[in-house]
């Protein structure tokens, strides 16, 4: 089973008055999402299921990232904590799911999922656009549990800038 945990791409701030929930993301974000989609596209690291928040900012880096899966909008993944997030994989089908969620919960469960972080000096910060590729062998996503992953990959959109 493959485990895809990405933090939406970099959201504007233009208008301050906006609800947190209905913040779009900003050009550099736009840009960023649709780096990350050809990162996933090229790297054969697709998901057949994609548990996505239901912020705009996450429905916006979904749809520029272009992948094609079967999309479930749970409620309590806007702002989710760790411990949601589990719980909401454990109960997810396919056998590479997306979850596109918000830090600090996405962060700290990548921290708390694999059994070994990967050496990146952005990690722990899990900055927008974040993104953690993790295998696990187990045969459903319900026997899941935490410090069992083995990381594929981790990247930021910064990191794909500087890719030649």
Not at 26 to 43: F, Q, V
Not at 66 to 94: C, F, K, N, T
Not at 130 to 137: E, I, M, Q, R, Y
Request: charged content about 20%.
């Amino acid at each position: 089973m493959r485990l895809i945990l990405m933090r939406h791409a970099k959201s504007s701030w233009d208008d301050f008055t906006q609800p947190d929930h209905s913040r779009p993301l900003n050009d550099r974000g736009r840009r960023n999402a649709r780096a990350l989609g050809a990162w996933l596209r090229s790297n054969d690291y697709l998901p057949d299921k994609v548990l996505c928040s239901t912020a705009t900012r996450t429905r916006e880096t979904l749809d520029l990232l272009e992948l094609g899966a079967s999309v479930v909008y749970p409620e309590d993944l806007y702002h989710a904590s760790p411990e949601i997030l589990l719980r909401s994989l454990q109960g997810a089908s396919g056998n590479t799911v997306l979850i596109l969620a918000h830090n600090p919960g996405i962060g700290s469960f990548a921290s708390r999922v694999v059994a070994h972080r990967p050496d990146h000096p952005r990690f722990g910060a899990y900055p927008t656009g974040a993104t953690l590729v993790a295998s696990f062998d187990i045969p459903r996503w319900a026997d899941l549990s935490l410090n069992s992953g083995t990381v594929n990959a981790f990247i930021t959109p910064r990191d794909l800038a500087e890719q030649p």
